[in-house]
């Protein structure tokens, strides 16, 4: 979970890979310069909104001169492999065909809401991390999203109480509740969510 907003981002080459690596780049808010001479549709549809900066060319050596990170996509070897020579140690670089020299590697990524589980097999076997993603799709529906909404909403107003530790982690606890879950399912989490901040905001008035 890189804070990588507004930061100078490269991705040489626009294929299948580089789109979907892309498109967890753009999800961060990243700036993304995209190196290739060819692209997908996709991402000739993201330069033409200007969402990315296509640059309609092959790799050049001081592309990645000033990106934070940088992800080398091309279907050429050697080209992916000049990437990772130009690269500075302070750089963070993910070369899609050499894991082993990359300096990070993406993770199958379920997003619902603020809530965001990222599954990583370290390299070993990057389908069954797509395909526990899409189980856990089944399990963790929409309602997770929901969910956390309310449950950042009622932290808040939990910590503005000034409690103690202890107290605290007691009444934190309490709402991590399948009931809360169930009741997003069925569209009335609404319901207890004013209950509980009605419930707390008597204890926000009450003299210790
Ligand atoms: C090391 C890593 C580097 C990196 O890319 O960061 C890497 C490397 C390689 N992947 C290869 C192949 C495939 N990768 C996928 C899918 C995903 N690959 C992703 C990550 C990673 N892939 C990193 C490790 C992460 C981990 O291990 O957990 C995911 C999770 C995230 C993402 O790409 O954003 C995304 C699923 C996203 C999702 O759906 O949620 C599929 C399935 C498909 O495309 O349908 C296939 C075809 C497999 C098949 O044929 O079934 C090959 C070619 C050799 C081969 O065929 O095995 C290499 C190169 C090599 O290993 O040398
Ligand atoms: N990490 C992963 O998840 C996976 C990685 N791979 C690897 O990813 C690589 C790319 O795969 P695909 O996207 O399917 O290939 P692709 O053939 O769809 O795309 C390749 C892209 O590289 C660009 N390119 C070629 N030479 C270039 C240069 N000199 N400078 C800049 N751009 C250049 C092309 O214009 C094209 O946009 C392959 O090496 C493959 O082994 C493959 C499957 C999954």
């Known amino acids: 979970m890189l804070n990588i907003q507004g930061k100078d981002c490269l991705v040489v080459g626009a294929g299948a890979v580089a789109e979907r690596k892309l498109k967890k780049l753009l999800a961060a808010k990243a700036k993304v310069r995209v190196v290739s001479p060819q692209a997908t549709p996709t991402i000739r549809g993201w330069a033409q909104q200007e969402q990315v900066e296509w640059v309609k060319r092959t790799f050049q050596?001081?592309?990645?001169?000033?990106?934070?990170?940088?992800?080398?996509?091309?279907?050429?070897?050697?080209?992916?492999?000049?990437?990772?020579?130009?690269?500075?140690?302070?750089?963070?670089?993910?070369?899609?065909d050499r894991p082993d020299?990359?300096?990070?590697?993406?993770?199958?990524?379920?997003?619902?809401?603020?809530?965001?589980?990222?599954?990583?097999?370290?390299?070993?076997?990057?389908?069954?991390?797509?395909?526990?993603?899409?189980?856990?799709?089944?399990e963790y529906g929409?309602?997770?999203g929901s969910y956390l909404t309310f449950l950042k909403e009622v932290r808040q107003q939990i910590l503005s109480l000034g409690?103690?530790?202890?107290?605290?982690?007691?009444?934190?606890?309490?709402?991590?509740?399948e009931r809360?879950?169930?009741?997003?399912?069925?569209?009335?989490l609404d319901e207890l969510e004013q209950a509980a901040l009605e419930e707390l905001a008597i204890l926000k008035n009450k003299p210790n």
């Open 180 to 188: 809360y879950v169930e009741a997003a399912k069925e569209g009335v």
């Open 101 to 138: 020299l990359s300096t990070f590697i993406f993770p199958a990524v379920l997003t619902r809401g603020d809530l965001q589980l990222s599954i990583s097999t370290a390299g070993a076997y990057p389908g069954l991390a797509k395909h526990l993603r899409k189980k856990l799709e089944r």
């Open 163 to 177: 409690l103690n530790k202890t107290e605290t982690s007691k009444l934190l606890r309490m709402y991590l509740d």
């Open 61 to 96: 050596a001081d592309d990645a001169r000033g990106a934070t990170l940088i992800v080398a996509a091309t279907d050429q070897a050697e080209v992916n492999i000049a990437v990772y020579e130009t690269v500075k140690p302070q750089q963070w670089i993910n070369i899609a």
């Open 142 to 144: 929409l309602e997770y």
